[in-house]
């Protein structure tokens, strides 16, 4: 495990950017850590380190918002595994594509074997990034 200490948004996605480049088709990265702490921050940053250009914005009704091949999610709001299946967020771990996910552990049973995870975390604009 390795640790990088952020004292930015900027940093925090500069850092997710260049993440990035070590991500191949096919990897599900889990974006850990509490609310607020920059988990959707780290999706932009590797996002864009994919090259997508398209704003990236909080997944909210669907729970998946889709760049390409890169599928962002946010299951905060989901409550169990069958509403995850019932919405048809199994299928895409099996698209080849790169899946980021927050809040994984609520669809912990759909999450595939070997998932990479992000953890964030910390207080005022100092986070620590651990992967
Ligand atoms: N070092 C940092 N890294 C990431 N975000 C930071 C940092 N310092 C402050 N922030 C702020 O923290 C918030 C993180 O929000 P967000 O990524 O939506 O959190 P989450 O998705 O984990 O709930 C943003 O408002 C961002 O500007
Ligand atoms: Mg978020």
Redesign the pocket.
Known sequence: MAVFH????E??AAWAKDYAKSLRRGDTVLLE?P???????LAKGIIAGMGITDAVT?PTYAYVNEYGDVFHFDCYRIVSAAQAYGLGLADYFGRGGICLV?WGENIKELLPDGAKTVR?AGTG???EITF
């Open positions: 952020s004292h930015s948004e940093e925090t850590g609310m607020g702490a920059g988990k959707t921050v909080s927050e964030i604009d100092t986070r």
